[in-house]
């Protein structure tokens, strides 16, 4: 009989599990509750937010630097994750490099932004075409976005360098120039990014989201000299404009979360940092919010308007960043 009570008891405390599951009250995994405090420490630590370098003026008189940049993933992410891509997927993706690019590139070039757009290496392989649309103004810059839009944060130590080394390889050779900025595709670190954005000689990240402003990225509690120029999902078009999503906003309710993001650090005189997708913003009745934006801020006139590379540079320079 105690067999039969041992099964029991394990399909009873699974039939428990799927119910509460069900209700949304199945329990989470809690590993950290067990660390000691040295162990907080040492996690904590992998990668931090190290001294803001928020400039105590920007170029011009400014009172506002504003970054527009374009993460140009097209159909990399459909083709990075399945041996058999969905071809409407991919289509959608596809759309980044037919229309969405030449709109956002016309916008910028028209109010005579400069903009950094950041490629995954493939989206160039297969669309060599947009180092010409992108160059053509003489104002843009190219960041590295990965090889092919992989889960960097899930790869060995080995196989993200590679991909990240082979990416910087041919975006140098694609452009004529070597990128100086990274972006993680997923916007996140693995324990291994941080050392392969120092050893390849980057500039800065734009990946990571401890602030608002500039700041020096920290490992292990030591400053590394890499700028940090941070994202935010609340300034990405992807996550709240996806019609399939959960978490659909129209582009005029989105727009008014960017005029109000913006409007801040204009009154706090720091950094408006937007990040969009060509095959997202770049529909028509999404390049709207886009110009709407831009009307917006131009209707203020002490705005420095520069790529990442500008103001990583600046920033560095004014805080005296070996």
Known sequence: MKPTCSVLVVVSLSLVGTFLSSLGLAQTPQPGINLDLEEIRTIANRVRAGRSLQPTTWPNGARVAVSISFDVDNDTIAIARSETPSIGAMSQGE???RVGLRRVVELMDQH?????????????VIS??????????????????????E??????????????TRAVAYVTEATGSRPVGYRAPSWNFSPNTLNIVKGLGFLYDSSLMADDRPYELMQDGEPTGIVE?????????????N???????????LLQ???????????????????????????????????DLINHIQTKGDVWFATHQ?????????????
């Open 95 to 97: 759309y980044g490099a």
């Open 151 to 164: 889960l960097n944060a899930e790869l060995d130590a080995d196989t993200e360098r590679e991909l990240v």
């Open 128 to 149: 060599p075409e947009m180092v010409d649309v992108i160059q053509a103004s003489g104002r843009h810059e190219f960041g590295v976005h990965g090889w092919i839009h």
């Open 243 to 253: 019609p399939r999503g959960n978490s659909y906003t129209s582009p005029r309710d």
């Open 257 to 291: 979360v960017y005029i109000d993001e913006f409007d801040k650090a204009y009154e706090e005189g720091t950094l408006f940092l937007l990040t969009t997708h060509p095959h997202i913003i770049g529909h028509r009745s999404r390049i709207i919010i886009l110009e």
């Open 310 to 322: 500008q103001i990583a540079e600046y920033v560095k320079d004014q805080a005296g960043l070996e």
């Open 112 to 124: 005579e932004i400069p903009a950094s757009f950041f490629v995954p290496a493939v989206s160039l």
């Open 229 to 241: 120029l941070p994202v935010e999902w609340i300034l990405d078009d992807a996550p709240l404009m």
